[in-house]
């Protein structure tokens, strides 16, 4: 099998949707495609993959730095010892050619893209979803079920309480039984009106966690945790900036809670500071990072082995995202959970009608590869893509 | 004022050579202009920028994200308040508009060449160097002189020790009085043969720095450590991944001497985590972040205070980079020092002609901003960008 091209188009994220820091108008997504010569019946074996979503599409470097390399590696470089599928370590090695270390940024997204493509070609080529394939690879027997919670509750333009609600509600409808919301794009005590408004709809407090998407220095997020703490949330998620680990450790100190962070944390390297230096605490606090932010699926599954070797749980992690890719990595890896964004951030968010969602849990469906080509939102832009 | 047009070109970097990573053939640097209807004579001020050299252009994000939000941005956003100057704060708010905190990577360098390129026009409105406008915003008297050596020693395809030789000597000759050479990109018994040819010319071992960037684990480290000790070097630089600062705390305690580390961490955040948690000593080791990099000068500035704040000097700061940005830079904020690439990178590296080098010391031209349209090197590709 070798690669005969490479395709890449940007998508813009769909919603006027705004966090505590920004709004997500402007944000896009690259979604890729490894075309090989490997057929099935009368077709090639095509594998798409995207850099999740929240952050930006990486066309200026998928095309001048990634893509050329993975097209001059010889097929060797990428295939496993049998020939047979792609090896994402040597996906990744080439991908990095002349790569320095550090800067873990944009360009974590570029090649994750492309690395989440290969898996999408692996699974296809052995005809079965991308959660039997990469349990295989990684030797576990994937989740007959997974945790999921909707994510959403951003700030609307107007009216913003009120959609809220409603959002949540629409959500329940739908077979969800955990939500998270925003905070700290209002007041505290606006916020503290959204987490109630929340909360009549989500029942308890382990029902409900809160993302304050990095926004707080520690005096605010001190004040916050003081307010949050008496409703036993599942979690409070992103307090400080992403990179401050003493902060992070002194706030899971002033909260006593569940605290969430690592979505904004985009490599192996980074994931190890957290754990090293962020007061994350075994068996309570939670890992998001995304691997399609952060070099793919093999550079999640080293940060899971990072905190598995410092006595936290697998299912600690629950990756940022909520999408097909991240669903079917959840099953596969028995995460503690992912999330969907069922109302936001088409055509990404969400999984396909073929996906089972009830009683806070969700099965992938059995589509090969992630099943990307089931999800109606996103037949556009495959098509575009092709 | 305003932006009337921002441009940016990619320039490949020109030469052959290797270090312990990466190949530098494939690297570009990004060169911008930012123009302004401010006139001088019958011609628009123009500001010239680039994110350093080491790494890559980074045409996409600047055309897609950096480049539209400034020119959207109105001027009040972007002056200071006398509206006859660029406000850095003001730019570097512009660009991140809808930017997520962490993940500083490519953007960094991106926003870099943007913010500098307005330190050029604040510069060329008041018809004076780069450092003297540097200088007088943050209330700083520029040094008369930088102490400055010569970084290079690079792995050639062949030949590659008697290179190096020849190589110091015709810096020697220039009137350099110190040296930085590359290490871990062979077996260490071969660097040191490197490192006594190396000192052959530089004479005693505070006269010479040695670069592993990023490649050794902590065994490799230690075990170079241990043979390094006896020469007494400037410095041992980048032993291990600029981003463990767990490892370089212990590398710092194994080796003894100074360490230098930095040029991979591209925003204060990541800089203030290398102080908390890298090992650091005050009056020792070397901070060697990269403005050009890491979101420009005004970023920089404030690493300078979080190292001020925790008890490191500013003579602890030796900017990566080589070449006429951060020549002033250092000039202007009275840093230890600045490196030049006098031999390689072109037509970045080193320094103008109008630059007076001797002693061990380097002076920039009183030529209007940073002077870039002085360096003959330059001169092909401003045309380009023009």
């Not at 505590?20 to 798409?48: C, E, I, K, M, Q």
């Not at 739908?174 to 007041?187: E, P």
């Not at 962070?261 to 939670?286: C, H, K, V, W, Y």
Request: hydrophobic share 45%; glycine share 14%.
């Amino acid at each position: 099998m070798r690669i005969t091209d490479i395709l890449e188009i940007t998508v813009p994220l769909e919603g006027d949707v705004a966090n505590a820091l920004v709004n997500f108008r402007t944000h896009t997504v690259s979604l890729v495609a490894v075309v090989t010569d490997a057929r099935r019946g009368s077709r090639p074996v095509v594998g798409y993959g995207f850099n999740s979503i929240g952050r930006f599409a990486q066309g200026g470097i998928l095309r001048e730095r990634v893509i050329p390399r993975l097209m001059a590696a010889g097929p060797g470089e990428l295939l496993n010892a049998a020939g047979d599928a792609f090896d994402p370590v040597g996906v990744l090695r080439a991908a990095m050619r002349d790569e320095k270390p550090g800067g873990h940024g944009d360009r974590a997204g570029a090649v994750a893209a492309i690395e989440l493509a290969c898996w999408d070609v692996n699974a296809k080529l052995a005809d079965e979803p991308a959660y039997a394939t990469i349990a295989r690879h990684y030797g576990r027997r994937p989740a007959d079920a997974v945790p999921v919670y909707a994510a959403g509750g951003y700030y609307y333009p107007e009216d913003s309480t009120r959609r809220l609600a409603g959002e949540l509600r629409r959500y329940r409808d739908q077979g969800f039984a955990a939500y998270k919301i925003k905070i700290g794009g209002a007041a505290l005590g606006d916020d503290i009106a959204r987490i109630e408004a929340a909360l009549a709809i989500a029942g308890p407090g382990a029902n409900l966690a809160v993302d304050a998407n990095g926004r707080f220095d520690f005096t605010t997020a001190a004040a916050y945790a003081e307010a949050l703490r008496p409703y036993g949330l599942r979690w409070f998620e992103e307090a400080g900036d992403p990179l401050d680990y003493d902060l992070n450790a002194r706030i899971v100190s002033a909260y006593g809670g569940a605290v969430a962070t690592g979505e904004n944390l985009f490599s192996l390297q980074d994931a190890r500071n957290l754990i090293a230096f962020g007061g994350m605490r075994p068996g309570i606090d939670i890992f998001q990072m995304d691997p399609g932010l952060a070099y793919g699926l093999d550079e999640y599954v080293c940060m899971l082995a990072a905190m598995e070797a410092r006595g936290f749980d697998r299912a600690q992690a629950h990756p940022h995202g909520g999408h097909l890719i991240n669903l079917h990595i959840a099953t596969a890896l028995g995460l503690g959970g992912c999330e969907a964004y069922p109302g936001v951030f088409q055509p990404f968010g969400g999984y396909g009608p073929g996906c089972v969602l009830g009683d806070g849990m969700v099965i992938p469906s059995d589509a090969p590869g992630w099943g990307l080509e089931e999800k109606p939102e996103l037949r556009h832009a495959l098509g575009r893509l092709a």
